[in-house]
């Protein structure tokens, strides 16, 4: 490598930007490369869609409230930035999900697996479905595995093996809280491609569930260090205070808008491929470009030089959610909140998809005395209800608490966090798009998309394609 820096311009401050930031300083710092790193945010802070409010006692987190543990991302960053002894784990006593069913809550039959049961007496005793549902779900015993390997969405999937009712009861309503999707439309491929081996497989879920519940009791019992989901003391926030305050040598520009980003019309040396990007009222000049945001905004920016892959990056969907947070005093809710929350069925008719009882759910997310209450709102099909002015989206939750858990008091705290075309959707397909704006983004040597709407939503996944990124710009500069 000759002895000029090489210069790496990261756009887009969300976690995945942070974290492409964060593991190339460490391979600038290992490799002693001479590299000049810079991290570009159109928004004051830093973070994304994690953001966290904290009030009078209360942690409201905007976005993403945890993350999993079955993935190691974000739990190894976690390790690296010393944040180990802040990590809290979800309550592991009350730990139910209830199904909104004809107005009623109902608890998830013990067993479940998302949408596959994998335990007969709590599943035959549930009153989530009914007779002819359960008949229909059991058939899957008999029904043989598809032919070919071809994706296929979560209801044409579900439908096929375990029926109507377990799409319409299971299936829609998780999904909503995950992905905040159409069912019909979300790819099997992209969002659990487990189910679909264990087709392969075995042929039949429920099969495949006892099978796996077989083999687990064959083994000694392992004490995971860690619960399922878990989250910061302090709220998600502190992670990307962690790694903003290890960036010292990443130069830090928030609240600047990129205006375009395009190979350089002549570059000092040709095989380095430099590109050129324009903020307002400054241009930058760098060997190798990261683009983290939404895939519509990098379309924009590249139409004029790749107008096929613009096109491809503008395919993709996105829905907008909201998240309201409301605390109340806990004498005034009468019911126990004794689980993580509801998911809500597009049959029951409700504004709300989901909710979650944060206070129940993590230790220290509503101060003595009180509890604190987080709906999901908008989504794959009702996204009008995202652009409510603040109070009438507290009214109309208020209004959801007030049927379904028959709370008439007023909160003593509320926030509303509103993600417009925030969310982007892994429907049929996904991974097919995904090779093939990998394959043509790979014409542009020095030039890289990763974020969320690539290849995985959470924060394991965003921080995952991170560091992969910085391991390839390591690579590619470190050649040159």
Sequence with gaps: MDQASKKVVIIGGGITGLATAYFLQEKIKEAGLSIDCTLIEVEPRFGGK???ERVDGFVMEGGPDSFITQKPGALDLCNRLGLTDRLIQTNPTEKAIFILSNGKLCPMPEGFNLMVPGRVMPFLWSPLVSPFGKARMGLDLMIPRRGGAGDESIASFVRRRLGQEAVDRFA???LAGIYAGDAEKLSLRATFPQFAQMERDHGSLVWAMWMRRWEAAKKLPRKSDWSLFVSLREGLSSLIDAVRSKLDRVTLLSGRK???????????NPIDGRYEISLDGEQLLADA???TTKTHTAADWIDGWDAALAKRLRENEYVSTATVSLGFRKADV????????VVIPRREKRKIMAMTWTSTKFPGRAPEGHILIRSFVGGAHQE??????DAALISTVREELRTILKIDAAPVVSRVFRWIKANPQYNVGHLDWVDAVEKETAKHPGFFLAGAAYRGVG???CIHQGRETAEKISRLLSSK
Excluded at 258 to 268: A, K, L, Q
Excluded at 384 to 389: A, M, Q
């Design 50 to 52: 994690v953001v966290t």
């Design 172 to 174: 829609e309503p998780i």
């Design 289 to 291: 470009v990261v683009i």
């Design 459 to 461: 924060l394991p996944d």
């Design 334 to 341: 009468r019911h126990p909140l004794n689980g993580f929350g």
């Design 258 to 268: 990129v205006i375009g980003v395009r190979p350089h019309p002549n570059p000092p």
């Design 384 to 389: 009008g209800f995202v652009h409510l002015d």
